[in-house]
């Protein structure tokens, strides 16, 4: 199939685009790398009347530190992420994840606020910005707010992006030198959306201490007693992750048949981070 018939626009300055959304409002949609916009083009699973381009906008291409977060501009690629092409403020993690996505054609064109605009619950930039405590910028003709991912998405495919906002930037907290963070994942084949993914970060230095927790089928969420558990104090005496997890994952499971296999992902993140 190919889409319906929709005009199409490239913006060279946000404030065009934000414009155009603006008069469009519930008749536009924006794009970036089109990974998954595209598609839903195709199938018509998405019917916009005006298509608004904002990855040539090159205020949405950079990377900046601002104190000790660093903004990462909305159409920064995975690939770019991947390659070291932006500041590491997260020991390798970010690099790590985005080298796992998908496959190199994706990452060439996907962008990591298209990731998290589309907030696919399996898509890996959810759950490792949960876990880091990022937030977004979002911006509209009428001004700037900022929320926290764990808030900004509130279901599958639904988030509090409004009709005229358009994410600029993702904010993500410098870890200490003295850093630790742990990652696994289980997909059916290579480069394809999680099953089921856990990341765990403890930083002694910052007082951090997160586990997070994704599905195939609802939103990534913080593990909040195996977080705690993990941050007793201040790390050195953990006490009996393997319970809080248990825990956690009954409460934060709809499935209990698969509670063996979040399980083993979990407490693999756990030990990659304390090994």
């Avoid at 409002?25 to 924006?30: C, E, G, I, M, P």
């Avoid at 005006?50 to 906008?57: E, K, T």
């Avoid at 639904?158 to 009709?163: D, H, K, V």
């Avoid at 296999?261 to 304390?274: G, K």
Wanted: charged share 25%.
């Amino acid at each position: 199939m190919k889409p319906v018939q929709l005009s199409y626009e490239r913006p060279d300055a946000l404030r065009g685009a934000l414009e155009a959304l603006r008069q469009s409002s519930s008749n536009a949609r924006v794009i970036a790398g089109g990974q998954s916009l595209g598609p839903m083009l195709n199938f018509r699973l998405a019917q916009p009347k005006r298509l608004i381009d904002v990855s040539r906008i090159e205020a949405l291409r950079t990377a900046a530190m601002e104190g000790q977060t660093l903004a990462i501009g909305a159409c920064v690629t995975h690939a770019r992420i991947e390659d070291g092409d932006i500041p590491d403020v997260t020991l390798g993690l970010m690099r790590h994840v985005a080298r796992g996505i998908a496959y190199r054609a994706v990452r060439n064109r996907g962008t990591i606020g298209g990731s998290l605009a589309h907030a696919d619950p399996a898509a890996d930039w959810l759950v490792t910005m949960i876990a880091l405590d990022a937030s977004v910028r979002l911006q509209s003709a009428a001004g700037i707010r900022e929320l926290k991912v764990a808030d900004f998405v509130i279901g599958p495919l639904n988030t509090q992006l409004a009709e005229t906002e358009v994410i600029t930037h993702v904010l993500v907290p410098r870890l200490a030198a003295s850093g630790r963070w742990g990652h696994a994942k289980y997909a059916k084949k290579p480069g394809d959306f999680a099953e089921t993914a856990a990341i765990a970060i403890f930083d002694a230095e910052r007082g951090v201490a997160r586990v997070a927790f994704g599905r195939r089928d609802e939103p990534p969420a913080l593990m909040q007693r195996t977080s705690n558990q993990l941050g007793g104090a201040h790390g050195r005496q953990r006490g009996n992750l393997k319970a809080a997890v248990e825990s956690d994952l009954r409460d934060l499971s709809a499935k209990p048949v698969d509670l063996m296999l979040h399980r083993a992902i979990v407490m693999r993140a756990l030990q990659d981070m304390v090994s």
